[in-house]
């Protein structure tokens, strides 16, 4: 399947559109993959285009089941994503104590309420945090926005025993990691 009738219905100029609130009857299933390194795979190939992931990222959802959705006023297109959608490739101090994140597809977000941090695991078994950007969909951290705020973080005992290592933006607590208690007494950094 051709991409030029599903982005037909998409300004690419345009906000991002109300994908929520939209739900053609038409749906089908396209040989699209997000891979675990943030790469757009179409048939086979990884898209070359930045402005053309960042369109179809703007019409991407998750719905309740777990699926992920390209979605546009005439049709849904069921893809795959092998982890998160979307990677964290930029964190920069806002100046007031609180973070911006910045995805690989150009969405921008203060770290907050709303954009909060918390730990999953990926398909390999490691525990990264994660933060939703929108329409059901998260970015992960990339390694070195990871580790650059490992660098900065501080450590906060748990209420059930043990420790996590994290920060404070927007006054909200976002974890990076678990400390064993081992790497406490220690003093090293690694989380899990």
């Known amino acids: ?95 007031a104590g609180g973070w911006w994140l910045t995805t690989n597809v150009g969405d921008r977000l203060g770290l907050d309420g709303q954009h909060a941090l918390s730990l999953s695991e990926t398909p390999r078994g490691e525990t990264v945090p994660e933060v939703p950007v929108r329409f059901g969909l998260a970015a992960r951290l990339g390694r070195n926005v990871y580790y650059r705020l490992v660098e900065l973080a501080e450590t906060r005992d748990l209420p059930g025993g043990g420790a996590e290592l994290g920060l404070v933006s927007a006054g909200v607590w976002h974890p990076l990691g678990r400390l064993e208690e081992s790497e406490r007494l220690d003093g090293g950094a690694a989380c899990s």
């Open 1 to 95: 399947m051709t991409l030029e009738p599903l982005l037909a219905h998409i300004d690419p100029e345009g906000e991002i559109p109300p994908v929520a609130s939209w739900h053609p009857e038409h749906q089908g299933e396209m040989d699209l993959v997000i891979a675990a390194d943030g790469r757009w795979i179409h048939e086979g190939v990884a898209i070359a285009r930045p402005r053309l992931v960042r369109l179809l990222s703007t019409i991407l959802r998750r719905e309740a089941d777990g699926g992920y959705w390209l979605v546009t006023p005439a049709e849904k297109q069921r893809i795959r994503v092998e982890d998160r959608p979307f990677l964290v490739v930029g964190a920069e101090p806002d100046g």
